[in-house]
């Protein structure tokens, strides 16, 4: 049977890892998969994170199973976290948290329950997004359709989305990122946000929303605007969250499915759904991630220092944002690029073409996504020059 078997293509990000690995150029440049990097190229575990670890080490007492819905005091801790500590919705007890695999996990949990609960609903995404989306969606068996987002001089299309959104039928699912939009790192504003929201509202849908990096656009508060919003303003929400970025702890898959429901009720109903899509899935959420994000979020002083680590890894990227801009000035390309330093997040939608990412690669050894998407954390002092020069090239300057 094997024999019919066919070979496909790996997946474009996480392949860009390998390639990556195997090129011997010793200017290489890793703008690919969308993990922090320090100025050395590093991935560095975070000093809160290690000492929680360290922590945990002498406190566990059992590796026995946690439960579907994953540790309670992950959960707690997530909630205010992505909702607010001051949340309304908590206080009328509206939401619930499922710890999952990384926010991929919370993903396909969302996925399994609208197709298994919502039969018939497709759902929308941005065009472009992350292809991952795509994969779990219509693996789900779910129709998927798109809602346009970048223009053709690679700007926010707004009215072009919220012109989609208006048409979308009553009832769809409707994805949003909720800050460092994956892969053009174009946001919504406060006022877009409001304005989406009335149409969400007007078409009856359902807004799930994508929350993979929270902190890593203004802030954990400012980048959960339009999460809360929309949890504070509407009956029904799902929200997937991942401490992969925010904690840096990409291997230990934690993350998190939340739903906001009408009442107190209405979300326990939604809760036991969830259990059974984990339980089918793949029984019980693993321990470690969870462990450590409980134990730094439930303490405050590894709150401060997670929270002081956070800042500056944000803040280096936002200024990495602006030395790209400054490095293509004597180029004359810093006004055609300069929406990198006006994008938030780990992204940015270059705006190079296919064949001058494949020249990138090619004669330069850059490594990035054929979209034109650079993970931004992988600039640095050192390898601007050398980028700014590259793109020079590609641009035929
Ligand atoms: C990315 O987009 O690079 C990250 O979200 C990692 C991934 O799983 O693709």
């Not at 496909?8 to 990000?13: L, R």
């Not at 969302?110 to 759902?123: E, N, V």
């Not at 929201?197 to 849908?205: F, I």
């Amino acid at each position: 049977m094997f024999e019919r078997i066919e070979r496909v293509p790996g997946d474009a990000i996480l392949g860009l890892i390998e390639a990556f690995k195997k090129d011997t150029n010793p200017q290489k440049v890793d703008l690919g998969v969308g993990v922090y990097r320090d100025d050395n190229g590093n991935t560095p575990v975070m000093r809160a994170v290690k000492e929680a670890e360290t922590r945990l080490l002498k406190s566990e007492t059992t590796k026995t199973y946690i439960g579907s819905h994953g540790a309670p005091a992950y959960g707690d801790a997530v909630l205010p976290l992505v909702l607010g500590a001051d949340s309304p919705v908590l206080e009328a007890d509206r939401a619930s948290a499922t710890q999952s695999p990384g926010g991929t996990g919370a993903l396909r949990l969302a996925a399994d329950f609208i197709a298994k609960q919502l039969p018939g609903k497709g759902i929308w995404v941005s065009d472009p997004t992350w292809p991952n989306h795509h994969g779990i969606f219509t693996a789900a068996g779910i129709e998927l359709h798109k809602y346009p987002y970048v223009d053709a001089d690679n700007r926010l299309d707004f009215d072009g989305m919220l012109a989609a959104i208006k048409k979308i039928p009553d009832g769809d699912v409707v994805v949003l990122h909720a800050c460092c939009h994956n892969p053009t790192g174009f946001d919504l504003s406060a006022e877009q946000w409001q304005t989406v929201l009335d149409v969400v509202r007007e078409r009856n849908l359902l807004p799930l929303i994508d929350f993979a990096y929270q902190g890593f656009g203004q802030g954990l508060d400012e980048d959960a605007y339009g999460v809360r919003l929309f949890a504070e303003q509407l009956d029904e929400v799902i929200i997937t969250s991942s401490c992969s970025k925010n904690f840096g702890i990409y291997c230990e898959r934690t993350g998190c499915l939340i739903a906001v429901a009408k009442d107190a009720e209405q979300k326990d109903n939604i809760r036991s759904q969830f259990a059974i899509v984990a339980r089918e899935n793949y029984s019980n959420p693993p321990a470690h991630g969870s462990a450590i994000v409980s134990e730094i979020l439930h303490d405050a002083e590894l709150s401060a220092m997670w929270r002081d680590e956070l800042t500056e890894m944000r803040d280096r990227v936002n200024t990495l944002r602006r030395d790209f801009v400054e490095a293509l000035k004597p180029y004359g390309l810093d006004k055609k690029y300069a929406c990198v330093g006006e994008q938030r997040g780990m992204f940015s939608y270059t705006g190079l073409t296919p064949d001058q990412v494949e020249r990138l690669r090619d004669e330069f050894g850059i490594y990035m996504v054929r979209s034109g998407r650079a993970n931004v954390a992988g600039f640095s002092q050192q390898n601007l020059p050398y980028l700014a020069r590259a793109i020079a090239v590609v641009n035929d300057v």
